[in-house]
T-cell receptor
Framework: GENVEQHPSTLSVQEGDSAVIKCTYS??????FPWYKQELGKGPQLIID?????GEKKDQRIAVTLNKTAKHFSLHITETQPEDSAVYFC???????????FGEGTQLTVNP | NAGVTQTPKFQVLKTGQSMTLQCAQD?????MSWYRQDPGMGLRLIHY???????DQGEVPNGYNVSRSTTEDFPLRLLSAAPSQTSVYFC??????????????FGQGTRLTVV
């Protein structure tokens, strides 16, 4: 089955800096790669996703890149703000939202 | 919009007790799933369903049962609770598309402690 590894497990940055979280996956058939943000006491919420026919996608301060050959994808957050502090999860799936395999999560802390 | 609703939010069980975690969605999504979240392990899939009457096992199904009698509801049953089932449980739903990925919507979670 699919295996997703996520690094780093914790990340601390100063407000205004950029943050990068990286994930690798094992199943070359995976074609859908969402990123979720989880705030304390809440369920994960989708912040951006990318499909295997696209190499990069951007939404304001958030961007995701995908390298199918190397089987890795990354989340980039620019101009970080304290409200970006949360746990971020990457995931991979072969079809739709079904059978998402999650990475272990990254605790991002943005220091004012 | 209610989205995905889970009940209860918190539960303490004694070892050997059984209980049902409830999950309901109002988005008419075909796909529903249950995950458990443990520290340092991300979210792991327990069971999932692609429609009413259809369920299948995920990565960690032992000790759990599910059924899907309606599109809206997907309850998770713990048959005989064990301390190893202490975790936070999340239900999720998404529209099923065989070709393209679609957003999964998560409930607020149920924090279960087994003593």
């Amino acid at each position: 089955g699919e295996n997703v590894e996520q690094h780093p497990s914790t990340l601390s940055v100063q407000e205004g800096d950029s943050a990068v979280i990286k994930c690798t996956y094992s199943d070359s058939a995976s074609n859908y790669f969402p990123w979720y943000k989880q705030e304390l006491g809440k369920g994960p919420q989708l912040i951006i996703d990318i499909r295997s026919n696209v190499g990069e996608k951007k939404d304001q301060r958030i961007a995701v890149t995908l390298n199918k050959t190397a089987k890795h994808f990354s989340l980039h957050i620019t101009e970080t703000q304290p409200e970006d502090s949360a746990v971020y999860f990457c995931a991979a799936s072969k079809t739709s939202g079904s059978r998402l395999t999650f990475g272990e999560g990254t605790q991002l802390t943005v220091n004012p | 919009n209610a989205g995905v609703t889970q009940t209860p939010k918190f539960q303490v069980l004694k070892t050997g007790q059984s209980m049902t975690l409830q999950c309901a969605q109002d988005m008419n999504h075909e796909y529903m799933s249950w995950y458990r979240q443990d520290p340092g392990m991300g979210l792991r899939l327990i069971h999932y369903s692609v429609g009413a009457g259809i369920t299948d096992q995920g990565e960690v199904p032992n000790g759990y049962n599910v059924s899907r009698s309606t599109t809206e509801d997907f309850p998770l049953r713990l048959l005989s609770a064990a301390p190893s089932q202490t975790s936070v449980y999340f239900c999720a739903s998404s529209a099923f598309n065989p070709i393209l990925g679609t957003e999964a919507f998560f409930g607020q979670g149920t924090r279960l402690t087994v003593v």
